[in-house]
């Protein structure tokens, strides 16, 4: 070792430890805040809806309002965020409070729908006026007179799933603009906006698990519209909702193709779904978007608290954003930001995205035995969800088919690219075979 390196290599190990513990008091700072913030929600909750919102702050055996059939859906990391202030039993009065107080819910306000710290503007409060209730649903349909099809041959349908805070906009604005002519004379898209995101109802008694997810894409595409086999195109955290669907409808499902799917091999117990959380959303304080998922993940009343000072109050934001870039519409990524709520967005980052990993394998191996065609498409420079996921995949099941795109992220492994995304889906598609078991799904 050179002598003269030894001065820069001790700089770089004292700012390394420097900002270890930086994070370690900041994210300290933060177990405290959750714990003064549980109870502070508990008395608004109690004062605005008549009743003290169940959270996940204590132990796994107390009530959460969860229903007995989807307690095997539900993820371990909704109970796993340590906390040093509630191990000691800090604030721990606030609990014995709410006990006491159970007895005397005031039922004349339970029917209250909206939450008091959720946005309640017509755009985000809609679906709720609706008799049944169905997700948003945005369908590119067939030309009237379309010559790009040739006779007999029946028009196919794609139904596309985004990831985590985004909605339809996601392949609206993207895929459907760059399909080729013969393409869009032949294939009916439907882009969904995935319970609790965009113009999709947000019910806050749902616990938002993988079933909840995949019911409603029944409900609201694949029975209304009578799709007997489907190609099916997901991103993200849409990726582990695709493959459940898919499993679901082996027999019918014709294409998956999946765009950097967030899969642990090994997710099956509590200790390593807690696992695919740090991965994911390790506790750090750079960069900025690591923070945000950190804090969003790990803090449920501090999450809370983001929500209802950005989502509860988007049409502020947007008006603002709008008069600091001069511009009459935003970016459909900065309005997705915000049409969530806490309940949702909390929900099924732990219940998809961490307890959701658990059940991969299971569904990947029925695609497989169902000869169902898998690609993955994954940037080389994710950050988000590591490559090493889709690596994974294609470790375990050879059959699979992995394009790495070179100089792309978890964002631009799209954007930037829509021809050439448009491109490799329509080859996906034409190059799935016809499945002979093919029957109709109603």
């Not at 349909?141 to 139904?159: F, H, K, M, W, Y």
């Not at 994911?280 to 804090?295: I, R």
Request: include cysteine; charged fraction near 20%; proline fraction near 4%.
């Amino acid at each position: 070792m050179s002598v003269a390196n030894l001065p820069g290599k001790w700089t770089r190990k004292c700012g390394t430890i420097l900002l270890d513990v930086i994070t370690f008091l900041f994210f300290l700072f933060l177990d405290f805040l959750d714990a003064v913030l549980c109870v502070v929600y508990k008395l608004l909750d109690e004062f605005f809806e008549g009743k003290a919102t169940p959270c996940y702050c204590g132990n796994k055996g107390e009530e959460n309002g969860e229903s007995c059939g989807e307690e095997k859906e539900l993820s371990e990391t909704l109970y796993g965020s340590e906390n040093v202030f509630r191990e000691m039993g800090f604030l721990g009065f606030a609990r014995k409070w709410e006990y006491g107080k159970k007895k005397d819910v005031d039922v004349s306000r339970e029917g209250l729908v909206n939450r008091w710290s959720d946005c309640g503007c017509e755009s985000c409060v809609s679906w709720m006026k609706k008799g049944n209730q169905k997700l948003h649903v945005v369908v590119r349909d067939l030309p009237q007179v379309s010559t790009e099809v040739p006779r007999g041959e029946p028009a196919e349908n794609v139904i596309f799933l985004h990831g985590f805070l985004s909605s339809s906009s996601f392949w609206t604005e993207t895929v459907f603009k760059n399909l080729s002519g013969p393409a869009k004379g032949h294939y009916r898209l439907f882009a969904v906006d995935l319970l609790g995101f965009g113009r999709s109802p947000k019910p806050s008694e749902s616990m938002y698990t993988l079933s909840n997810h995949v019911e409603m894409i029944e409900k609201s595409v694949i029975f209304p519209f009578q799709l007997n086999s489907f190609h099916l195109v997901a991103h993200s955290m849409g990726c582990i909702i695709a493959v459940a669907l898919a499993a679901k409808y082996s027999k019918f499902v014709k294409s998956v193709t999946i765009v950097a799917p967030p899969y642990f091999p090994s997710a099956k117990d509590g200790t390593s779904t807690s696992m695919v959380l740090n991965t994911l959303t390790g506790k750090t304080l750079w960069p900025p978007l690591a923070f945000g998922k950190s804090v969003m993940s790990w803090y449920e009343h501090v999450g809370r608290c983001f929500c209802f000072l950005f989502c509860r109050n988007h049409r502020t934001w947007e008006r603002i954003l709008k008069l600091l870039t001069q511009r009459r519409e935003l970016n459909f990524m900065a309005v997705d930001l915000t049409r969530h709520t806490h309940h949702s967005a909390w929900h099924s980052t732990h219940n998809v995205i961490c307890g959701g990993a658990k059940f991969m394998d299971d569904y990947l191996k029925i695609l497989i035995r169902s000869r169902v065609n898998v690609c993955i498409i994954h940037g080389d420079q994710d950050l988000v969800v590591p490559l090493d996921c889709s690596k994974n995949i294609k470790m375990k099941f050879p059959e699979v088919e992995l394009n790495i795109i070179q100089n792309t992220d978890h964002g631009t492994v799209i954007f930037r690219r829509e021809n050439d995304f448009a491109e490799s889906l329509e080859h996906m598609w034409t190059s799935s075979q016809m499945r002979p078991e093919q029957n109709s799904i109603i």
